[in-house]
């Protein structure tokens, strides 16, 4: 059974950095790319980075190109973001997703206030 | 950017009648590949979202076939033939030829 299960989140400062993590489980992580996704309290979903298989490819959303780092670790089947100089508008429930979003996590709360 | 617009916001159907989202994306959706890239999710309340089909028209696996996607190009829609309890919540498109990703407003299905 596929499974990805994000951790990380919590409370932080405006300005702050939090790194997320999402360990992925009943699959080849080797074999996929994978993608973060947010959702603010009560909106939409908006895509935020997406990594190759291999690490070759990365793109990201305007609003956190230069702030936020996607990354993984195939030895450990784990995807991370890496957030820094973090605002109020980043406040929001973050998934990742399998490279086509035939799987997604249950998400973290990531809350940005001071 | 790809702009995907979808409508209506909400819908408010009655168990056993048929509904219908679209989608319009602001470019074309075929990929070099020749594939186009057109997701329909569902988010249920409260859940995480849900794929219900891939590449414009091919359903998930255990998806009703009460379910069905078409379109091309720049113009999709999703239908439902008769909408049932479990239907509701809100329906996302989502593009995935080209980057940046971008996800339709969401439409909310309640029930009449």
């Known amino acids: 059974e596929v499974q990805l299960v994000e951790s990380g989140g919590g409370l932080v400062q405006p300005g702050r950095s939090l790194k997320l993590s999402c360990v992925a489980s009943?699959?080849?992580?080797?074999?996929?790319?994978m993608n973060w996704i947010r959702q603010a309290p009560g909106k939409g979903l908006e895509w935020v980075a997406y990594?190759?298989?291999?690490?070759?490819?990365?793109y990201y959303a305007e609003t956190v190109k230069g702030r936020f780092t996607i990354s993984r670790d195939n030895a450990k089947n784990t995807l991370y973001l890496q957030m820094t100089s973090l605002r109020s508008e980043d406040t929001a429930l973050y998934y990742c997703?399998?490279?086509?979003?035939?799987?997604w996590g249950q998400g973290t709360l990531v809350t940005v206030s001071s | 950017d790809v702009v995907m617009t979808q409508t209506p916001v909400s819908l408010s159907v009655a168990i056993g009648q048929p509904a219908s989202i679209s989608c319009k994306s602001s470019?074309?959706?075929?990929?070099?590949?020749?594939?186009?890239?057109l997701n329909w999710l569902l988010q249920r309340p409260g859940q995480s979202p849900k794929r219900l089909i891939y590449?414009?028209?091919k359903l998930d696996s255990g998806i009703p076939d009460r379910f069905s996607g078409s379109g091309s190009e720049t113009d999709f829609t999703l239908k439902i033939s008769r909408v049932e309890a479990d239907d509701l919540g809100v329906y996302y498109c989502?593009?995935?030829?080209?980057?940046?990703?971008?996800f339709g407003s969401g439409t909310k299905l309640e029930i009449k």
């Open positions: 997703a399998r490279f086509s979003f035939a799987y």
């Open positions: 009943g699959f080849t992580f080797s074999n996929y790319g």
């Open positions: 990594i190759s298989s291999g690490s070759s490819y990365i």
């Open positions: 470019q074309s959706l075929v990929g070099t590949s020749g594939k186009t890239y």
């Open positions: 590449l414009v028209s």
């Open positions: 989502l593009q995935g030829t080209h980057f940046p990703l971008t």
